[in-house]
């Protein structure tokens, strides 16, 4: 059965692979699975057609026979569970890989995406350069947090799973940052994540697509 998921026509990022469906990408390379991508504009998310896939108007999302699904946390865990690869055997070792999951979008993430909806959406507000620095230190505790958690350890919890995966796509947002460049094992969790060649793979699948537009 065909495997399509969803990724933006124009990515704001500029190929960057900082949008939600390199998470699948990645998970799909790494599980060895081959995908369509279903490439759709702002107005077509925003369609009927689309709000039946995604009720939130959003990429990504993921269609396999009757399997259609939202939500990149999800799917990647859909992705980990169906094939090998993603997920310790060990029952109590799978399911601390899930945490990590859960952790990394309901905890590290969320700050993130804090501190990003208040850089584009709120910088015109009169409080927005007081509230920065809030948003900011929030980001700061937890990166601070994972960092003492992961020590010198090559992934979060012994071989590299689906809470790797999540957890560093949801780092690669703040790739770069004083915040991220303050804590030398994150940095270098989140190069060792982008050194897979799964990964490699997804991101250079998602580059093309700028790439494309770029030439049309
Ligand atoms: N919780 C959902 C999930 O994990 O699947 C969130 C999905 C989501 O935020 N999708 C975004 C989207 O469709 C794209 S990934 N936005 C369009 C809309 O809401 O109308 C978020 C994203 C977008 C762009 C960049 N960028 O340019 O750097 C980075 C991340």
Redesign the pocket.
Same mark, same amino acid.
């Given at each position: 059965m065909t495997i399509t998921i969803t990724a933006?026509a124009a #990515? =704001?990022?500029r190929g @960057?692979g %900082? *949008? @939600?469906d390199m998470r699948l990408r990645w998970a799909l390379e790494e599980v060895g699975q081959p995908y369509e991508v279903r490439l759709v504009s +702002?107005a077509e998310?925003k369609e009927p057609a689309h709000l039946a896939l995604q009720p +939130?108007? %959003? &990429? =990504?999302t993921f269609e396999e026979g009757d399997v259609a699904l +939202?939500? #990149? *946390?999800a799917i990647t865990l859909h992705i980990a569970e169906r094939w090998p690869g993603l997920l310790p055997e060990d029952p109590a070792a799978r399911a601390r890989a899930i945490t990590w999951m859960f952790a990394a &979008?309901g905890t590290v993430e969320q700050p993130i995406v804090e501190a990003e909806n208040a850089r584009f959406q709120e910088s015109d507000k009169l409080w927005h350069r007081e509230r920065q620095p809030l948003i900011d230190g929030r980001i700061a505790a937890r990166l601070r947090q994972l960092s003492a958690r992961l020590g010198e350890a090559e992934w979060l919890d012994g071989a590299f799973s689906a809470g790797d995966l999540v957890m560093i796509g949801v780092l690669r @947002?703040i790739g770069g940052s004083d915040l991220l460049e303050a804590h030398p094992n994150l940095a270098a969790y989140v190069a060792r994540g982008e050194a897979r060649p799964a990964f490699r793979r997804a991101y250079e699948a998602q580059a093309e697509v700028f790439r494309n537009l770029q030439r049309t």
């Amino acid at each position: 059965m065909t495997i399509t998921i969803t990724a933006f026509a124009a #990515s =704001p990022d500029r190929g @960057r692979g %900082q *949008a @939600r469906d390199m998470r699948l990408r990645w998970a799909l390379e790494e599980v060895g699975q081959p995908y369509e991508v279903r490439l759709v504009s +702002f107005a077509e998310m925003k369609e009927p057609a689309h709000l039946a896939l995604q009720p +939130f108007g %959003q &990429i =990504p999302t993921f269609e396999e026979g009757d399997v259609a699904l +939202f939500e #990149s *946390a999800a799917i990647t865990l859909h992705i980990a569970e169906r094939w090998p690869g993603l997920l310790p055997e060990d029952p109590a070792a799978r399911a601390r890989a899930i945490t990590w999951m859960f952790a990394a &979008i309901g905890t590290v993430e969320q700050p993130i995406v804090e501190a990003e909806n208040a850089r584009f959406q709120e910088s015109d507000k009169l409080w927005h350069r007081e509230r920065q620095p809030l948003i900011d230190g929030r980001i700061a505790a937890r990166l601070r947090q994972l960092s003492a958690r992961l020590g010198e350890a090559e992934w979060l919890d012994g071989a590299f799973s689906a809470g790797d995966l999540v957890m560093i796509g949801v780092l690669r @947002r703040i790739g770069g940052s004083d915040l991220l460049e303050a804590h030398p094992n994150l940095a270098a969790y989140v190069a060792r994540g982008e050194a897979r060649p799964a990964f490699r793979r997804a991101y250079e699948a998602q580059a093309e697509v700028f790439r494309n537009l770029q030439r049309t």
